[in-house]
């Protein structure tokens, strides 16, 4: 059968790409190797779908080429999308940070792109096994439920991330058929682990969460952290995972919102333990497992100033040398991915290969935690859309 377009992934990217195509009057055909669409979108955000961020920019974005980005999130902002959730009458609110969620439920934003797609006369099929794909006039690809050709074939087959709900590389093998170059593959918004000493001392903590300022390099974040068994989680620890690389270390600084100099001294000369004075500002738990590792507890009395302030300087930049990450299994998305200089920024289509487009988590662009990553979706789904 022969399709103007045929997209590859029934996804946010590849379903916002479909929608953009049909609506132009393009026979279009999305196949979709698992058995619903948009499996990503439905456990995201608690199930609530934190389907964008109002204050998307370049700036909240990994990349080789920290500049490919604009022209997709310029030409569909935010606002664009918001619109389209208000038309279909989904209620939604900010939790922080511009994060917008459904009230309802992520089958909300699932429910919309169908009622889009069917609108514009988009055809989906569902456990379609994409066998292979040859080009000659037009892309003809054969699958188990059969061969199918059209003039253009776009590539929205995510990253490596989640492979529990059917992730797969499908999408860096087709780049690596045409002879795109892929940039290093690297899970990202992922939980880091503890060095075996490290665990040993903090294991105990799992479970108990703080506020920190997390940095690595000229990236910072300052929001929760989560003890977990095998090393520390939250949104602080999500974020700086984009930007740590192994064998790197972190800076966490425990106590952002307070002066620990100004608080020590002051306590300076007292019976108080370190710990009770610590305990003030953070959890017990955390502060007792803290003091064991690196200042055993004493009266306060018993410390100098130069201790107390090396103690201070401690607690706002705490180094610590993760061991690694849990791996894709835990990721929320793929860093790196087909290499954005093979693409042109505007459209998505392959600077060499006419009429091939990758859209979304297979691209090299990875947004920060809070909805971003989807904006990206709509915004590289609908360049591609606007010309396949």
Avoid at 21 to 49: F, H, M, P, T, Y
Avoid at 76 to 87: G, N, T
Avoid at 257 to 262: C, G, I, L, Q
């Amino acid at each position: 059968m022969n399709y103007d377009v045929i997209v590859l992934g029934a996804g946010a990217a590849g379903l916002m790409c479909a929608i953009e195509a049909g609506r132009r009057g393009r026979s279009v055909l999305v196949l979709e190797r698992n058995d619903q669409v948009g499996r990503k979108i439905l456990i995201s955000g608690g199930g609530r779908c934190n389907f964008t961020n109002a204050y998307a920019g370049p700036e909240h974005f990994f990349s080789q080429n920290p500049d490919f980005c604009r022209s997709a999130l310029a030409a569909y902002p935010p606002s664009k999308f918001i619109a389209l959730v208000e038309r279909h009458n989904i209620r939604y609110h900010e939790k922080k940070l511009g994060q917008l969620f459904c009230d309802g439920s992520s089958g909300e934003i699932v429910g919309m792109l169908e009622a889009e797609c069917e609108a514009a006369g988009v055809q989906i099929r569902l456990g379609c096994e994409v066998q292979s794909i040859a080009q000659s006039a037009n892309f003809r690809l054969e699958t188990n439920v059969g061969a199918f050709e059209s003039a253009s074939l776009v590539v929205a087959t995510g990253g490596l991330s989640i492979p529990q709900i059917g992730a797969t590389g499908f999408g860096y093998k087709v780049a690596e058929q045409f002879a795109i170059k892929r940039v290093a593959l690297r899970p990202g918004l992922v939980p880091l682990t503890f060095s075996k000493d490290e665990q040993a001392r903090f294991e105990s903590l799992s479970g108990v969460a703080i506020e920190a300022t997390v940095s690595r390099g000229s990236s910072s974040f300052t929001e929760n952290v989560l003890f977990t068994h095998r090393g520390l989680s939250g949104p602080a620890i999500l974020q700086i995972s984009n930007a740590w690389r192994e064998g790197e270390a972190i800076i966490v600084d425990l106590f952002p919102r307070v002066d620990m100099r100004e608080v020590l001294a002051g306590a300076h000369g007292q019976p108080r333990e370190l710990s009770t004075v610590l305990s003030d500002h953070a959890p017990r738990r955390f502060v007792q497992a803290w003091c064991a590792a690196y200042a055993p507890s004493q009266p306060m009395s018993r410390y100098s100033h130069r201790q107390l302030d090396e103690i201070a300087q401690h607690l706002h930049a705490w180094e610590l040398r993760p061991a690694g990450t849990a791996g894709f299994g835990k990721a929320e998305v793929t860093l790196g991915g087909v290499d954005t200089k093979g693409l042109q920024s505007k459209t998505m289509e392959a600077r060499r290969v006419p009429g091939l487009y990758f859209v979304g988590e297979v691209v090299d662009v990875t947004g920060w935690l809070g909805g971003y990553n989807f904006q990206w979706a709509w915004a590289s789904g609908f360049a591609a859309g606007q010309v396949a």
